[in-house]
T-cell receptor
């Protein structure tokens, strides 16, 4: 079975500070991992995904995530937060059968000036 | 952005009434999905479709039915709405059933059942 745990339902950072959003997964098959972002009153937008190959994945808007199999983690980072990064972020793992994209409960990122 | 629209975008209804939400895509993707989003639960799959007239249940399908008569349209029906179905509903599409394939999401429908 597959599952995702996002540590911290709310994260607050100052503008210009490092953003770190944590995601740990459990998977009985090789994991394929996704990060989505949801801006207020909008749908989800793909930030980045890990399938195979390079474990450091770069996404849109300066975000990146590193797949660490030994730690079963896929944490999302951005070196310098911008006010426009304020949103909710969801980590997801692709389950067995593409009908199953299993989401974490989300982390709301606040950015203070 | 993927061409996905949802209608209505907001709806308020009363307990016991039927409600139909529509998802329309212009990408000609084979797979379509309905999710609900609730605080503390993330997104949970309600039903999905893998082709015209081909649908299957997801994690939280009780109280919901779906239909897909055309590639571009996927309807979600609440036969008799209950307050526990107050939620934000998202439609998503994907080109294939590969585990690596990206799902693209619509803008959502906020449903309130009084």
């Amino acid at each position: 079975a597959q599952s995702v745990t996002q540590l911290g339902s709310h994260v607050s950072v100052s503008e210009g500070a490092l953003v770190l959003l944590r995601c740990n997964y459990s998977s009985s098959v090789p994991p394929y991992l996704f990060w989505y972002v949801q801006y207020p009153n909008q749908g989800l937008q793909l930030l980045l995904k890990y399938t195979t190959g390079a474990t450091l994945v770069k996404g849109i808007n300066g975000f990146e995530a590193e797949f660490k199999k030994s730690e079963t983690s896929f944490h999302l980072t951005k070196p310098s937060a911008h006010m426009s990064d304020a949103a909710e972020y969801f980590c997801a793992v692709s389950g067995v059968g593409a009908d199953k994209l299993i989401f974490g409960t989300g982390t709301r990122l606040q950015v203070f000036p | 952005d993927a061409g996905i629209t949802q209608s209505p975008r907001h709806k308020v209804t009363e307990t016991g009434t039927p409600v139909t939400l529509r998802c329309h895509q212009t990408e000609n993707h084979r797979y379509m999905y309905w999710y609900r989003q609730d605080p503390g639960h993330g997104l949970r799959l309600i039903h999905y479709s893998y082709g015209v007239k081909d649908t299957d249940k997801g994690e939280v399908s009780d109280g919901y039915s779906v239909s897909r008569s055309k590639t571009e349209d996927f309807l979600l029906t609440l036969e008799s709405a209950t307050s526990s179905q107050t939620s934000v509903y998202f439609c998503a599409i994907s080109e294939s059933r590969s585990r690596t394939d990206t799902q693209y999401f619509g803008p959502g429908t906020r449903l309130t059942v009084l």
